[in-house]
């Protein structure tokens, strides 16, 4: 199954046993200014998980748009990505644990064909000082699948990510309980920064295992929530049932809900048997087009082609919702993701402008779930456009300073310079000079970082989102 058909098969699943399907919000959330970006499906259910009525029905299902801005800086491995699809169901206050565990399973081997002995899962370890038991209901629901499915299922304390880095998997081990840092979910992350008055409450984590190929030594031995690539997370099945209240205790809400998120680029690429979700249906396309416009292929340089897929897709999507290129909050994310977006194509070649056919072919990958992309095309097209032309002036202009520097050595207080007074990319200097046969100082970095402390400390208390550099 490609990402298109899982995403149509999901809904259709969903809507089967009894689910709304509702439509998806904005990736700017309008009512919660907590948050700059929609992460999370459950963020525009907040009230309706504390109990209020939803119009729609306590079975609802939706795929939504999400943005995590937080993970900009690591687009550009196999697995990371700003702007991903979050499969969403919800309870609320109707099935729980029996119900939601057995769905998932059901889907995603009856359904969408994963082999099961790939699967493993991760549950709440309890925590005395708050009064939440180990979710051992959740282990053996898990248990009972497995089995019904010819798999015995071991099951492992594990309590910390480093704990499990230091042990590992032991054989027959598929059901693992991790402390709160791992198996609990609100909006603000573990039960320790659970904001006041959220839902909140313990989850089950589904984890398709990419086998021994994938896995990364340098993370410690394998275990389903370590980050060394063998295991990738596709899907974490909320079950909220707490309040957190003003005094940081948790009390039961009285419904209990199910909040589940399943990445869609994950579950794809799991699908794929392949851990760069890259590949998959959404972002293989994207991929191809811009190998076929800067000459350069995934092969050779897989980090350059999907910052820019990533970045791009990221970015259409808020144009889309209305977000503008600018300096500060949504506006600033969203300049920081076009403008990394033209100074990596710039660094492989690609220094035309690229983005009609590429905002034509994300509309187009969209067609069927989103096809608000389609109907705003001209007007997406024109805020990008306008954005990469500013940007190119930045760029020439930063050049034509920068061969002012022909014949001397580039120290890390004249990058800073051009990036200060033109706003020219430290990386691009450096790599411009080189290009013009300008030395560079081994030290650069040094000096630069220096330099742009000493403007902090002189900036300090003025604005706190400014645009730098984009980096
Ligand atoms: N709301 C569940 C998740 O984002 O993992």
């Known amino acids: 199954m490609d990402a298109h058909d899982i995403r149509s098969s999901f809904l259709q699943f969903q809507r089967d046993r009894g689910h709304a399907q509702i439509t998806r919000a904005s990736l700017t959330p309008k009512h919660d200014p907590s948050t700059l970006f929609t992460g999370s499906g459950m963020q525009a259910l907040l009230p309706y998980l504390l109990g209020q009525e939803h119009p729609d029905g306590h079975r609802l299902v939706d795929s939504q748009p999400c943005l995590r801005a937080q993970d900009i800086e690591n687009v550009g491995d196999n697995r990371h990505t700003t702007f991903f699809e979050m499969l969403g169901n919800w309870s609320l206050g109707d099935y729980f644990k029996e119900q939601q565990i057995r769905w998932f399973f059901e889907f995603l081997v009856d359904v969408v064909g994963l082999d099961p002995a790939r699967i493993s899962v991760t549950c709440f370890i309890g925590d005395a000082e708050h009064g939440i038991p180990r979710d051992d209901e959740a282990a053996s629901i898990w248990q009972r699948v497995f089995a019904e499915k010819g798999i015995e299922a071991g099951i492992a304390s594990i309590g910390s990510q480093a704990d499990g880095d230091a042990r590992g998997v032991r054989e027959g081990e598929r059901i693992f309980f991790y402390d709160s840092t791992e198996n609990w979910w609100s909006r603000g992350g573990d039960l320790f920064t659970t904001p006041l008055g959220d839902p909140c409450g313990p989850d089950s984590e589904v984890f398709y295992d ?248 002189r900036s300090r208390g003025s604005s706190r989102l400014q645009v730098a550099e984009p980096s």
Not at 261 to 290: F, Q
Not at 338 to 364: C, E, H, N, P
């Open 210 to 457: 990419f086998g021994p190929d994938h896995h990364d030594p340098a993370f410690g031995l394998a275990h389903p929530a370590s980050d060394s690539g063998k295991f990738m997370e596709i899907g974490n099945q909320v079950f909220m049932q707490y309040r957190r209240e003003l005094d940081g205790s948790f009390t039961p809400l009285e419904q209990r809900n199910v909040d589940f998120g399943g990445g869609l680029e994950r579950i794809a690429a799991a699908s794929l048997g392949t851990p760069d979700v890259y590949r998959i249906s959404l972002l293989a396309p994207i991929v191809e087009t811009l190998e076929r416009l800067s000459g350069t292929s995934y092969a050779d340089d897989p980090h350059s082609l999907r910052i820019i897929a990533d970045h791009l897709r990221g970015a259409v999507f808020l144009a889309s919702d209305g977000v503008r290129p600018s300096n500060k909050e949504q506006g600033y994310v969203m300049r920081r993701l076009l403008r990394r977006a033209i100074r990596t194509a710039y660094g492989i070649g690609l220094r035309d402008s690229f983005f009609g056919a590429v905002v034509d072919q994300i509309a187009g990958l969209y067609e069927d779930a989103f096809p608000e992309l389609a109907d705003r095309r001209d007007e997406i097209l024109e805020v990008l456009l306008r954005e990469e032309a500013s940007f190119r002036r930045t760029l020439q202009a930063g050049l034509k300073a920068l061969r002012g520097f022909e014949g001397r050595t580039l120290t890390g207080a004249d990058v800073f310079l051009l990036s200060d007074t033109h706003g020219f990319p430290r990386e691009l200097s450096v790599e411009e000079a080189e290009r013009l046969g300008i030395a560079v100082d081994a030290d650069w970095e040094l000096e630069y970082d220096s330099a742009l402390q000493a403007q902090r400390e």
